[in-house]
């Protein structure tokens, strides 16, 4: 098996008497299409901030590309090809949508080369999102399903070899959910990039990933093939309660 581009082990990261990730190990290797779901509080977006250099971990390794990143700031892990969207919105409003994929170029800084010509190039970004059109216009004046987009786009200007996307789908309608994902899916076959996608449309998730973890009370509770995910007993038990699609009726 070759070796995780994107390895988490023993992740443990405490709020207080709180518990929010409690030992969790997460291998991704190099193109791998990952979901991770859970309920509402699970610990998905903790783990993410651990992974992209938000937070430093209480306990646990973060190891990306061979190198151990564990507590080292945004920029550094950004510099070893990690980048991510955050589940709040956070397009630069007043930029054109050209300016915020030139944002994200600046932040990872020029140093690591990709053997794909698009990443050096906002406008190819654009294109390939869907977005040319929109280049020159204002962020804040683009549609709620366009800036989620543009927020995959600057993460993309940074040159990523993972993407790590935080509910970057929610809000959407069905249509748009669904092209949403698409997408993403392309930004893996096309673009070659390792992903790993936290969101609640548990349906239209299962159907894109090669695998999936599932967080629950901090824990990891499954990781695996999507339909012996939502089979497990486990996992059902989980979602028992939650609002929205039933796990079990996902794939
Ligand atoms: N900065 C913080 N201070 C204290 N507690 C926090 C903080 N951030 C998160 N938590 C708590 O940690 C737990 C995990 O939160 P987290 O946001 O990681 O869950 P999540 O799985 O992303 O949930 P959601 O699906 O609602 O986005 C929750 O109980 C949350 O209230
Ligand atoms: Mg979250």
């Given at each position: 098996m070759p070796e995780a581009l994107l390895s988490a082990r023993g992740v443990e990261v405490r709020f207080g008497g709180l518990?929010?990730?409690?030992?969790v190990d997460l291998e991704v290797r190099a193109g791998e299409f990952v979901g991770v779901i859970g309920p509402n509080g699970a610990g998905k977006t903790t783990f993410f901030h651990t992974l992209s250099g938000v937070l430093a971990p209480n306990a646990g390794r973060i190891v990306v590309g061979g190198e151990d990143l564990t507590g080292r700031a945004p920029h550094q892990f950004a510099r070893h090809g990690v980048a991510r969207t955050f589940q709040t919105p956070r397009v630069f409003?007043?930029?054109?949508a050209a300016e915020n994929v030139r944002f994200g170029l600046e932040f990872a800084g020029r140093a690591r080369r990709q053997a794909q010509d698009i990443f050096d190039d906002a406008g190819a970004i654009l294109g390939f999102l869907g977005l040319a059109d929109v280049a020159a216009l204002p962020a804040g004046g683009l549609t709620p399903a366009r800036q989620r987009l543009l927020e995959i786009g600057m993460a993309l200007g940074a040159r990523p070899r993972v993407l790590l996307l935080d509910e970057?789908?929610?809000?959407?309608?069905h249509a748009e959910l669904e092209a949403c994902a698409q997408l993403i899916r392309r930004v893996r076959d096309e673009l070659g990039l390792a992903v790993i996608w936290i969101e609640h449309a548990v349906r239209v998730l299962m159907n894109q990933v090669d695998r999936v973890a599932v967080l629950h009370q901090g824990r990891k509770i499954a990781d695996g093939d999507p339909r012996a995910v939502a089979r497990d007993p486990a996992v059902v038990e989980a979602y028992l309660g939650e609002e929205g699609e039933p796990v079990e009726a996902a794939v």
């Open positions: 518990v929010a990730v409690d030992g409003r007043d930029m054109s970057v789908a929610a809000g959407l309608t």
